[in-house]
Structure formats: C-alpha cells, structure tokens
C-alpha cells in the first residue's frame, strides 16, 4: 500500500491504537479516537471514567516522545482485511490555539464528544512515516 493509500485508510478509521514506551523500557498500548490533520494525528484525554488522570500514555511521552499509531480492519473475508501503521513524535498540548483546533477536529469527527467535549490535554503526533498493508489494493470497503 503506498502512503497515499494507507493516509486515505488512517483518516477513514474510526479507532487505532497508540502505543508507547515509557523510561522503564516496557511498551504500553490503549485505543485512543482521533483527528488527522496534514501531518499531525491529534487524540485528547476525555472524560470517559479512568482510574487516574496520571495516565501512563501521558507519563510516556513525556519521558520518550516516539510513538506508533496503528489503524486496523478486520473481516472474516480476509480479503478485507488491512492495516495502517504510523511512527512518529507525540508532545502534549494543554492549552493554546493547536490545542483548541485540535478538540473541534475532535468535536467534528465524534458526535459523543458534541455531548462531552474533551476537557485534554491534547496530544499532537507529527506522523514521520505512515506504512501499511491490504489484502486488496482496492477493496470496496
């Protein structure tokens, strides 16, 4: 898949899974939604119940900025089936105008968060490379 293809398939995604490493070498992996725009991925802390606001992906990239994002589809016809993987560098917004275009991308893209806007921070991913893979070059997913 070339990576006009496999930006095409990320911005399309509804789900991908970040994940990072933190100083204890261990990696760490959690869904996140998100917003894709140019070449920056955006993800914000909502208010979904969590245990902490001390997020382990927060600590994480505060520690190690790099990152991979990954974008999946699966389907029983394997043909069907793809991915989309991104590398690259996370910092955490709190405030500010990039943080604030990054919530209504945010707002646009998921209704629930219409209800509940993400009260961050927010995270901006400078994707460096974007890879993939399909079955099909050209599926009629």
């Known amino acids: 898949m070339d990576a006009t293809a496999a930006r095409k398939r990320l911005a399309e ?5 970040l994940a990072t490493v933190g100083r204890s070498g261990r990696p760490h992996l959690v869904p996140i939604v998100f917003a894709l725009e140019d070449d920056t991925i955006y993800f914000a802390v909502d208010a979904k119940p969590k245990r902490t606001t001390n997020l382990t992906r927060l600590r994480n990239i505060a520690a190690n900025p790099s990152v991979s994002l990954l974008a999946d589809h699966y389907d029983e ?3 069907r089936l793809w991915w989309v993987r991104v590398d690259g ?14 919530v209504e991308l945010l707002v646009t893209r998921y209704a629930q968060y219409r209800h509940a806007r993400p009260p961050g921070p927010v995270v901006a991913i400078t994707v460096q490379s974007i890879t993939g893979w ?3 070059e050209n599926p009629a997913c």
């Open 134 to 136: 399909a079955a099909e």
């Open 89 to 102: 560098a996370a910092r955490i917004l709190e405030h500010g105008p990039q943080a604030e275009r990054a």
């Open 13 to 17: 995604a509804r789900v991908a899974r």
């Open 77 to 79: 016809d394997w043909t």
